[in-house]
């Protein structure tokens, strides 16, 4: 076999050569050939790329970071250090072998870019299926969670400056201010051409929601071969108008088929331009025809069902479903029926092209007063009824307001953890009942998270904030009462030992 | 052309202390009276920092102390025989045979292939063993000499 290695070490001048040496040596006694980049003080010289090229594998005996790195991406490697390599160097041309013999190309999906710090993915591959499913939903959805954010505020901060510039009718007029004008004669004293600069970058953001949502789940499963297809497949599901649907369908449809061609068995020759060249030309290939072809169609209807069946819920539904997805984000704080709440609420968000209190954005105001409950109602409820709680959970109360009021609902998972049924019972309704009052209210939101800080992003803010109020408060009492009417052991003997401390600070 | 790795001068095929920071500076000490090193307490904290980030020590006996450094002159080897044996963290025992690499710390690379071109002699199991069997300080310097050639 072929190998290519690289060496180092702290000071550069003896184990990077040391390790060169004796690894070309191994390799040379158990026939195989290995070349060594030595990225050592007296200068390095790169390898020849076609030597790259025809190695069946890569050897890192490095104790420094690897300068290029991603030159040996989807190369099956062993990384040893560099002491190994100098004291055992047969035994680790050994491992490069076996490497390379047990390597599936899947692997060369997972492992290298891993190696070389790709972008992460929150997938567990020991998991089961239905939680790699979620998995890579998830790491789809917190790729775009940031374009959301950018878009959306974005969005938000030039319809405010639109009311401001054009009055009442400022979220329509801002959208019509042609980009011609913007390029040619914008004029930095109007407030007008800003809120139109705004609005129309923050469009370019939410342009991608889509296609990165789809690319990502792509990237998920299928490493980096996924990228392309999914992110193609995206495009697409925007183009024919099955959105987010679409994208999700594209996300996992671009993922499998660039997994599965990755997988293929192929000549050596073929094998280094199979990344570069042929995953991505047959995989987008096959999510093209199949969406444009098969599948799109019935999920771009489908996608306008969904719409359509949201901006005609209203009333009592509309009140119904805040309270479905209040209760779904208070149940686990932040475990995965409050991801599937707020993800549904963030997909909505992807919908282009809607008035500024559509429906969807109703459902991430209703999601986010929910979710800003559990912390902010323990945090009250520590203050109003101290010697229910233990001291470490006063002091979780206290880091509890900022991380309610920042929609950060894991801030609540201490005290769920230590006492679950009472907390939850009562997040549930507390949380469920926030997130109905916002429907009922009609409190709008375009931006993903922020909690109060996104505050002036939402329409009729202080009608939110008396939701995630009455929230909080009929959580507090809740699980107040719930807790008085069973003493926490555990609080009495600390309150026993504060009183003796009490008194004995008394008599000195 | 700068001076010869080493020279008779700076080996010492029967190096008495028994601890490695003894050994260290007594090879240190050879390549100060060379005017190789010019701060020994300057170089030796170098080196000792060195081995402090991972100990030197190779199987077959060998110990390896070495660092970049400032107080370097030129890049330049001290080797000392330690016939007693002298622990430098190896996996399997003492070291006998012990290798001070002084590099400068400003050189240029071409003036480092020199020690690259060492280190990886030093891997050779015939080159050790040559070295160990030399009996005289002159005998060991040659042997560095003639086979130490860079690339």
Redesign the interface.
Known sequence: MKFVAVSS??????????A???LE?AGAAAGHQVVVE?Q????SVPLDPAVIADADGVIYAA?LEVRDKERFAGKPFVDVGV?KA??DAPGVVAAAVAAVESWTPADAAAAPAAASGGPATKVDSNASVGTRIRQWLMTGVSYMIPFVAAGGILIAISFMLAQIAWGKTGVVDVTKVPLDHLLNSFDAGSLKDWAAVTFQTGNAAFAFLVPVLSGFIAYAIADRPGLVPGFVGGAVSVAIGAGFLGGLVTGFLAGFVALWISRWRVPKGVRGVMPVVVIPLLSSLVVGIVMFVLIGQPIAAAMKGLSSWLNGLSGSNLILLGALLGAMMGFDLGGPINKVAYTFAITGLATTGLAQDAVQYRIMAAVMAAGMVAPLAMALATVVRKHLFTHAERENGKAAWLLGLSFISEGAIPFAAADPWRVIVSSVVGSSVAGSLVMAFGSAQRAPHGGIWVLPLITNWWLFLVAVAVGMVVMAAIVIALKSAKPNPIVQAEEAADERAELVGATV | MSSPLITADLVDVAVDATDRDAVTRRLIDLLVAAGRVTDADGFHADVRA?EA??A?G??GGIG?P???SAHVTEPSLAVGKVPAGVDFGA?DGPATLVFL?A?PDS?E??H??I??????????ESFRQSLKDAPDAATVADIVTREVVPS
């Open positions: 070490c702290p000071t550069g001048i003896a184990h990077t050569y040391m060169a040496e004796a040596q030595t050592g003080a007296a200068g104790d002491k100098v004291h | 060195r980030q991972m030197t190779m199987p390896l070495h660092a970049r996996p690499i590099a050189g690379s071409a480092l292939q020690l690259a071109a060492l280190a990886r002699r030093l891997v050779h």
